[in-house]
């Protein structure tokens, strides 16, 4: 019986705006790590309060790009990203 405490983010592919957001992971500073896909295949961060700090990635199968980023998780510094469609996971450091 939980209540919403906020939600942030809407329909797009601009910065703070999500298509299809489909994982989420946090780091030591409490910056929120959001992967989608849908047109803009990215991770957004946010602070822990929903303010958009910055992106990165693009579709696409080149370095740095993904098709479907559909996992992430945050460990010792560094970002593991599923990227579905590419057969592949990408670590990114800080």
């Known amino acids: ?12 592919e601009a910065p703070g705006e999500f298509i299809y957001p489909v ?23 946010f602070q822990s309060d929903g303010t958009y700090l910055t992106e990165f990635g693009s579709f696409g199968s080149g370095p740095g790009q993904f098709q479907r980023p559909s996992g992430i998780v945050w460990r010792e510094g560094r970002l593991y990203i599923a990227d579905a469609f590419n057969n592949r996971l990408h670590v990114v450091t800080e």
């Open 1 to 12: 019986a939980g209540q919403v405490a906020t939600m942030f983010g809407r329909k797009g």
């Open 23 to 45: 994982a989420v992971t946090e780091d030591d500073r409490g910056r929120l790590y959001i992967c989608e896909y849908g047109g803009h295949d990215r991770v957004q961060i």
